[in-house]
């Protein structure tokens, strides 16, 4: 299991940036070449049909002037005057359905590729989501595992001065090690906070912290074998630092089936990991990228704004996962966690917000 498992790895790949800018030039290069086309032989017919009314206007004048004699030119004037009339229109209809054809292509063309932007900004969002999935999964092994420790396991049984100290000391070589942790708390069943990783930072030790939901859900717990994660939160105690909180019992003998005896509370440093996540898509929109709660509260962003004070409108309409645009033309993409392994998520979404 890594020590560090932090998200300081690459930034999670996508297409290149300017995909949709190169499609763009190309359709409206192509609009512009196919118009100009309609529009420089439309004229050219028309300066064709112009000189046959004049030639056809001449014609009549001058069999007016030859009296009966130029009777029967005149009819072919005239003839030669409905052909032009008739070619001119021709010519009208023609411009004006290569017109409407351009631009149903246009359309077309602009359809597929909004939709191959929405599949992959949805993508986009289900890299990011399982990403922080698979790293709050290591700490679910994480929590569960050091619940077992035995200088954990004797200080909770009997927490005297020697045996705090040398929990205390145990979680701080921990802390030492994972480095994506603000703090480690040891609890006896009362909530009281009775050994901590770093006591020279953070004075928890002799707080109570039996109201919180995550204390009450994981003393409740009926197995070593499970866990409580919690939603991401301020914490107080840890300079109002945002925490995502997981905890497992601690229990007689470090047994999975042993009388719960303490509460082990591993704080995950939520905002410098998630922040690496959201920062780490990279788009040529300038998106927002977010991570979400059940409840869709903005809890990663990469803009840095909203952070557990926002909730968004999403509109998921029944889906997992999908891609609209809003009245504004804004284009959504979102993806519902998966889990990884045995950590089933949160309904936690991730979230793509691109400019109109």
């Known amino acids: 299991m890594s020590a560090a498992l932090g998200l300081k790895a690459k930034p999670i790949a996508n297409e ?18 196919v118009n100009q086309i309609a529009v420089d032989k439309t004229k050219a017919i028309q300066q064709i049909t112009n000189q046959m009314k004049m030639l056809a206007l001449n014609a009549l004048i001058e069999s007016s002037r030859a009296g009966a004699q130029g ?31 351009t631009g149903d292509l246009v359309a077309s063309i602009d359809r597929m590729s909004q939709r191959s932007r929405g599949e992959r900004m949805v993508d986009l969002s289900l890299n ?3 990403l922080i999935d698979r790293n709050l999964y290591e700490r679910t092994c994480d929590v569960r595992w050091w619940a077992t ?23 701080g070589v921990i802390l030492g090690a994972y480095t994506v942790y603000l703090d480690l708390w040891l609890c006896d069943l009362d909530g009281n906070v009775i050994a901590n990783g770093r006591a020279d930072r953070f004075r928890a030790v002799g707080q109570n912290v039996a109201h919180t939901k995550w204390f009450r859900e994981a003393k409740a717990l ?37 009388a719960p005896i303490g509460v082990l509370a591993i704080h995950f440093d939520w ?12 788009d040529s929109d300038k998106a927002r990228v977010l991570l979400v709660d059940s409840n869709l509260r903005v ?16 509109s998921l309409n029944g889906q997992r996962s999908g891609f609209y645009q809003d009245r504004s033309g804004t284009l959504v993409a979102f993806h519902a966690t998966p889990g ?16 109109a």
Do not use: M
């Open 271 to 282: 905002e410098a990991q998630a922040r690496a996540i959201v920062q780490g898509v990279r």
């Open 128 to 130: 990011a989501i399982e």
């Open 340 to 355: 990884y392994e045995t950590y089933r998520g949160l309904g936690w979404y991730g979230v793509i917000v691109c400019g």
């Open 71 to 101: 009777a029967g030119f005149a009819v072919v004037a005239q003839e030669v005057r409905g052909v032009g009339q008739q070619v001119e229109t021709i010519a009208r209809e023609l411009e004006s359905q290569l017109t409407k054809r």
């Open 16 to 33: 290149p940036a300017d995909d949709d800018s190169d499609i763009s030039a190309l359709i409206n290069r192509l609009t512009a070449e």
């Open 149 to 171: 420790d035995s200088a954990l396991v004797d200080c909770a049984a009997s927490p005297s001065a020697a045996a705090v100290s040398h929990a205390s000391q145990r979680l």
């Open 222 to 258: 009926r197995s070593g074998d499970d866990y409580v994660a919690g939603d991401v939160e301020n914490q107080p105690l840890l300079g109002n630092a945002q925490v995502a909180t997981y905890c497992a019992s601690v229990r007689a003998g470090g047994q999975a089936n042993g």
């Open 299 to 314: 809890i990663a962003a990469s803009d840095g704004q909203g952070i557990l004070s926002e909730r968004i409108s999403l």
